[in-house]
T-cell receptor, first 113, second 116 residues
Framework: NAGVTQTPKFQVLKTGQSMTLQCAQDMNHEYMSWYRQDPGMGLRLIHYSVGAGITDQGEVPNGYNVSRSTTEDFPLRLLSAAPSQTSVYFC????????????FGSGTQLSVL | AQKVTQAQTEISVVEKEDVTLDCVYETRDTTYYLFWYKQPPSGELVFLIRRNSFDEQNEISGRYSWNFQKSTSSFNFTITASQVVDSAVYFCALSDITDSWGKLQFGAGTQVVVTP
């Protein structure tokens, strides 16, 4: 019962470095999304995908890239990390749409120095 | 544009007290979905309930109940006889069909602290 798997759990980067946060689900879900969680701001949508090959921007997409080459995987790329990207990142998926129950990964705590 | 307001930042109660979490939403759409999620201290997010805009019936699940009122654009959550395990951050969220398709909007969350 893997569900939604996020790696790594913790990461420290220096300003300007790039990295990819991995997200994989084994439930054959079409809808996948990335959120960042900051104190006092709830969860904010970064990017989402409604199926392989289809992605779109959320509320805070700047500085992040995504692609969806398979149904299972939805990686989030930080192109040039900035201290403002220090946050906890969550990947989530649902069967087909954002109107259904979301299954969340366990989160990635990212610090950018 | 859709918006969710959870005005209560933190609520502290003693075990067995009832606690009500407020959620006020804004949307121009007539078709939308409302959610509540729980985030315990371990950090994972857990789905609690989903409501669509055409179903205003209140719902009860064990000690949890939800009051959906379209007239006041509110979807409040009550925990009856709270327990220490209820200590968590609770998020209300909104997703509408037309204006913001694909985008689930979360409120800022309410931290509930239940002390023995």
């Amino acid at each position: 019962n893997a569900g939604v798997t996020q790696t790594p759990k913790f990461q420290v980067l220096k300003t300007g470095q790039s990295m990819t946060l991995q997200c994989a689900q084994d439930m054959n879900h079409e809808y996948m999304s990335w959120y960042r969680q900051d104190p006092g701001m709830g969860l904010r949508l970064i990017h989402y995908s409604v199926g392989a090959g289809i992605t779109d921007q959320g509320e805070v997409p700047n500085g992040y890239n995504v692609s969806r080459s398979t149904t299972e995987d939805f990686p989030l790329r930080l192109l040039s990390a900035a201290p403002s990207q220090t946050s906890v990142y969550f990947c989530a998926s649902s069967l087909q749409t954002p109107f259904e129950k979301l299954f969340f990964g366990s989160g990635t705590q990212l610090s950018v120095l | 544009a859709q918006k969710v307001t959870q005005a209560q930042t933190e609520i502290s109660v003693v075990e067995k007290e009832d606690v009500t979490l407020d959620c006020v939403y804004e949307t121009r759409d007539t078709t939308y979905y409302l959610f509540w999620y729980k985030q315990p201290p371990s950090g994972e997010l857990v789905f609690l309930i989903r409501r669509n805009s055409f179903d205003e019936q209140n719902e009860i699940s064990g000690r949890y109940s939800w009051n959906f009122q379209k007239s006041t654009s509110s979807f409040n959550f009550t925990i009856t006889a709270s327990q220490v395990v209820d200590s968590a951050v609770y998020f209300c969220a909104l997703s509408d069909i037309t204006d913001s398709w694909g985008k689930l909007q979360f409120g800022a969350g309410t931290q509930v602290v239940v002390t023995p």
